[in-house]
C-alpha cells in the first residue's frame, strides 16, 4: 500500500479495478480544512487521462509493472505475437491494444513491453525504425530540389508522406512518436 505522501510522478497504482500511472500530483495545504493530493492519472488500460483528488495520508495499492524486451514474431488476424528472448515465453496482444504500433513492427524487431501480474499491458516501438517503400508514385524529373512531398507505401502497409525523390525499395528512417520521415537510409 502506498500513501498519498509517497505519490510522485511515474508511480503505478491500482484504484478500484483499474491500473493508473501518475502523470502530475500536488500537494495541497489549504488555509482553512485538510490538506489534499490532487492528481493527474492515466488509465493504462485505455489511455484515458483522469484527474482526482485524494485526501492527505490515504492509501492506494500500489501496482508492480514489469518491464521486458520482447521480440514481435508474427501477426495472424488481429492478434501480434511477441516472445521474451531470455526465456522464450510467449505473448499475445490485439491490434486494437497496440494501437499505432502496428504500423511500425517487422519480423524479430525487439520493442519494449510493460506487464502487469503476467499480463501484456503496453508495447513501444523503438523510436526510429527503417522500413522499405514497397509503393511509390513516381516522382516527377527536376522535382528533386522542390520541397514537395507524395504518399508511399511501408513494407508493413504503412502509408506516409515523402520528398517527391524517394523510390521503390529505398529504406526510410521513420520516427515513431509522430509517423513521419527522417531521413533516406
Given at each position: 500500500m502506498a500513501s498519498t505522501s509517497e505519490f510522485?510522478?511515474?508511480?503505478?497504482?491500482?484504484?478500484?479495478?483499474?491500473?493508473?500511472?501518475?502523470?502530475?500530483?500536488?500537494?495541497?495545504?489549504?488555509?482553512?480544512g485538510g490538506a489534499f493530493v490532487r492528481t493527474k492519472m492515466r488509465n493504462l488500460t485505455n489511455g484515458n487521462v483522469h484527474e482526482r483528488t485524494f485526501r492527505a495520508g490515504d492509501k492506494v495499492e500500489d501496482a508492480f509493472i514489469e518491464y521486458k524486451k520482447l521480440q514481435f514474431m508474427y501477426s495472424s488476424g488481429e492478434e501480434y505475437h511477441?516472445?521474451?528472448?531470455?526465456?522464450?515465453?510467449?505473448?499475445?496482444?490485439?491490434?486494437?491494444?497496440?494501437?499505432?504500433?502496428?504500423?511500425?513492427l517487422k519480423e524479430n524487431?525487439?520493442?519494449?513491453?510493460?506487464?502487469?501480474?503476467?499480463?501484456?499491458?503496453?508495447?513501444?516501438?523503438?523510436?526510429?525504425?527503417?522500413?522499405?517503400?514497397?509503393?511509390?508514385?513516381?516522382?516527377?524529373?527536376?522535382?528533386?530540389?522542390?520541397s514537395g512531398t507524395k504518399s508511399v507505401k511501408l513494407e508493413t502497409g504503412y502509408t506516409i508522406q515523402v520528398p517527391l525523390f524517394i523510390e521503390v525499395g529505398n529504406v526510410l528512417k521513420i520516427d515513431t512518436r509522430t509517423g513521419e520521415y527522417v531521413e533516406r537510409v
Open positions: 510522485k510522478s511515474g508511480l503505478t497504482i491500482k484504484l478500484e479495478g483499474q491500473l493508473y500511472q501518475i502523470i502530475e500530483f500536488q500537494h495541497v495545504k489549504p488555509g482553512k511477441f516472445m521474451e528472448e531470455k526465456t522464450f515465453e510467449q505473448f499475445q496482444i490485439s491490434a486494437e491494444q497496440l494501437g499505432d504500433v502496428t504500423h511500425y524487431m525487439i520493442v519494449n513491453a510493460s506487464s502487469y501480474e503476467g499480463k501484456l499491458m503496453n508495447v513501444e516501438a523503438p523510436m526510429f525504425v527503417e522500413l522499405k517503400v514497397v509503393e511509390a508514385e513516381p516522382g516527377l524529373k527536376g522535382d528533386t530540389a522542390k
